[in-house]
């Protein structure tokens, strides 16, 4: 080991301890303090119920299941329509004019109401119209209010991707004699949705957070089940298995797009 | 213009108040290879990208072997895919191997498929060099790599005619040498060719004619010993006085 080596094997010796004992302050900190609060014995007796918690975890995760099924569908339709306003934006021809209109008033609309109003609206309003079974049901016409307002933000990522690759290459692409649809399809998209792959991403999470709203307008989905048992048990435990359960999917979701993405680059350089 | 295999006449163009072409005309024989020189902002890209049609022209006429390809409303795909460009920047889509950037064009403008055009493809490779790099993305190549794939990018479409537009104006000095070994190549090969370029020692020893800009006009052309040996004009001298003066 030379000189170099031996200086920089101590300084990354030194940052692991400074790390190590830093993270355990903070950690013993939280433990030690937040139980000296006064409200903690209650606080813990209603949020952190270790019976309550093993009791509920088994049906809570059942019921988590409607969300990754509504999720599940949701998602291709999201970047279907998504993908669909994107160009539509970005159509150049003058008969397809309305077209573009019609695509920036629907993303202003959409991204400018709250989802939980969206999916009250549309949840609540268009079974209103007296339409018979299975049309009226909440599964569908709250997953139509998820649809329209993702792809909404869908459409604008993926845009501001198109926009983002150099003219060069359409100009490459042009010289070559391709169409202005075979340049978008095979010269400009793919390149587009690689570079808004994280922002989707996130856009996904998001998502995946958001289904849980439809509990509002009635599917006993995983939020809706741990308000049954807050009632049913007047403990507030279920709130928190139901979050623990989320973050144990959006979590390894998000590590493994990264993943995906980081052994994607390195393919290409 | 029944000879010529491309014929400029007063071809003029503007951007806004900045009049880059001021009546360009040229003739290009079969089989010729013109340079076109003159200081960066002379003309000669805007030249190059006019021909093809990638910028409307103002004025003027363009005819390739005989057809007016500058009719406002002509449908330009088919005429592009007669005019190969390669440019500075060599513009490869970077997602797509060296391989796919070359077949790319073939399957969806000329309807080409299956193996008689990767045969055809990797032939080109071979001839240029490349054939081990086929498989490779942009990004993996050097930038003589990627000019010449570019290169072969033009190629694969058959073009009647190349235009090259500066392309190792962007190469690192070691690598000019391979992408102009390839215009030699396609020199012997009789491709006929128009490049704008800053290489005067290429210039003179390959190019069957040089044409001079100047402020968006040609303003002296001949054969290059006439046009580096004996300028008539004086902006020609003075130009070329100040490109060939020696280095320290």
Redesign the interface.
Known sequence: MNRRQAYEAAQRRRSLTVAGISTLAVVAAVFLLVPLAPGWPAVRASFFDGQVFAETFPTLLRAFLIDVMIFAWSVPLILGLGLAIALARGARAPALFPLRIFGAVYVDIFRGVPVVLTIYLIGFGVPGLGLPRPWNSPYIWGTVALVLTYSAYVAEVLRSGIESVHASQRNAAICLGLTERDTMRYVILPQAIRRVVPANMNMLVALQKDVALLSFIGPVEILRQAGIYKSLLANFTPYVVAAVIFLLVTVPATRYADYLLNRDRDARS | MPEAKLSLRGVKKSFDANHVLRGIDLEVAPGEMICLIGASGSGKSTLLRCI?Q?EPIDEGTVWLDGQDISEPGLDL??V??R?G?V?Q?Y?????MTALENVL??PR??LNEQGQGLEKRATALFERFGLAQHMRK?P??LSGGQQQRVAVI??LA?RPEIMLFDEITAALDPELVGEVLAVLRQLREEGMTMLLATHEMGFARELADRVCFMDGGVIVEEGPPEQIFSAPRVARTQSFLRSVLRPTL
Do not use: E
Request: aromatic residues 12%.
């Open positions: 093809n990638l795909g088919p592009r895919r005019i460009i440019f920047s513009n490869l889509f970077p997602h790319l064009a969806r403008v993305y990004d993996q990018r033009a479409m």
